[in-house]
């Protein structure tokens, strides 16, 4: 016994205190999850009626909400979004910006009743999405805006009880992590292990407790924030080139002095996700680093601490080298498998075999460090963007 003991205490020297600091990082940012803001509700509403129980609760002062949705060669899967929100409660009007589609995006748009706006060549200095969401920001008319991705799948009530929760908690930007559907078995069990490193290096989604602005996180598949005040906050503009805009604006609002926060909406959001393994990998790879966010030296901190306490404690037992602090690392590692299974409809075998995957993960996060840049959507962002690019649209 006493063999055991001395066998599990961690060796001296600079590796094994590196390897406590670290893991005593993570865990206080794994922590977190003992105190979150409660989660994002489907508003349940009665036959009938036209309105949720969510928005319905904000009386006669009801802010209007406009659903803006950039959309770039969308048409396979844009088409469940705008069915849930096209007469959704308390929504007045759905836009779908057409990012120079080549497809038919507006056509099923338009059959959906949603407004196209048509969208305008990228101009110099801007990033895609951030174009497309700047153009429809402008366009639209209501109080309110709730952005969302093409390919998510919302409940109707989305909207508006998003819109209810900001007022009611006075926050003036607000992002919804949702649940995720990996149609295959290996998108299934790498996502996961991608969607890990987040909470591993900044807590879980809707933590309570001061956020340094630097340290935001936020969710672009889904946002919300007051139309005027964020146009006369230079809307996008201020993240114009950014890869990761979503994490960007949150920061920049943050400095700004608005109140930033990230909830739970794994009940009333769905995101079709990847449709495969490599795909998967390639997609998380080109923004899982945060690229032109985070400075390289907490990059490579937050890579360090992601292999030290949530890649190499199932390696060192299953090697037969773990000692005390592997151990209580393997025991947290399952237990936000546990925290994490809700983000997931389905879950599969591939999904609790997903710590398995801890490595690609960790591989991802080094590419993204390494080349920031990726192409997308069939644009080049290889050349970084120029901070004094003209405020067209803005």
């Given amino acids: ?47 009938g009626r036209t309105t949720s129980a969510a928005a319905d609760a904000l009386d006669d002062h009801r802010p209007s909400i406009s659903v803006v949705v950039p959309a770039r060669d969308e048409a396979a899967r844009i088409g469940p979004l705008l069915a849930a929100l096209c007469d959704a ?45 700047q153009q429809g920001v402008r366009a639209a008319r209501g109080e309110w805006v709730v952005t969302l991705d093409a390919d ?29 559907e990996c149609p295959t ?21 809707g933590a309570l407790g001061d956020t ?22 230079g809307g996008m503009q201020p993240v114009a080139g950014e890869v990761v805009e979503d994490v960007a604006l949150a920061r920049h609002l943050a400095q700004r002095g608005w109140r930033v926060a990230m909830l739970d909406g794994s009940e009333v959001l769905t995101t079709a996700m990847y449709p495969d393994g490599p795909s998967t990998f390639r997609g998380w790879a080109r923004s899982l680093a945060l690229p032109g966010v985070e400075p390289r030296p907490r990059q490579l901190l937050d890579l360090a601490t992601v292999l030290v306490a949530q890649v190499l404690p199932l390696p060192r037992l299953l090697a037969r080298r773990a000692d005390v602090v592997d151990l209580v690392l393997l025991a947290a590692r ?31 996060l080094v590419r993204g460090i390494v080349s920031p840049r990726q192409p997308w959507r069939g644009r080049d962002y290889a050349t970084p963007p120029s901070r004094s690019a003209p405020r067209s649209g803005s």
């Fill in 152 to 180: 998510t799948r919302p409940d109707p009530s989305l909207p508006a009880a998003l819109v209810e929760r900001a007022v009611a908690d006075g926050l003036q930007f607000v992002s919804v992590g949702g649940s995720f």
């Fill in 334 to 364: 399952l237990g936000t498998l546990a925290g994490t299974a809700r983000s997931y409809r389905r879950r599969s075998a591939a999904y609790w075999a997903s710590p398995l995957a801890d490595p690609i993960a960790a591989a991802a």
């Fill in 89 to 133: 409660p308390g929504v007045s009007e759905v836009l779908v910006v057409d990012d120079e589609s080549t497809d038919d995006t507006v056509v099923v748009a338009t059959a959906a009743g949603a407004v196209v706006v048509p969208g305008t060549p990228l101009p110099h200095g801007w990033a895609g999405k951030a174009w497309a969401l």
């Fill in 185 to 205: 078995p290996g998108a299934a069990w790498i996502h996961p292990a991608m969607l890990t490193t987040l909470v591993y290096r900044f807590g879980p989604p």
């Fill in 1 to 47: 016994m006493r063999s055991l003991a001395r066998r599990l205490l961690p060796r001296p020297g600079p590796l094994g205190a590196v390897r406590l600091v670290l893991g005593v990082l993570a865990l206080t940012r794994l922590a977190r999850a003992a105190r979150v803001r409660p989660p994002l509700r489907a508003a349940a509403t009665e036959p």
């Fill in 212 to 233: 340094a602005p630097d340290r935001q996180l936020a969710n672009g598949q889904c946002t919300a924030f007051p139309r005027v005040p964020f146009l006369r906050a």
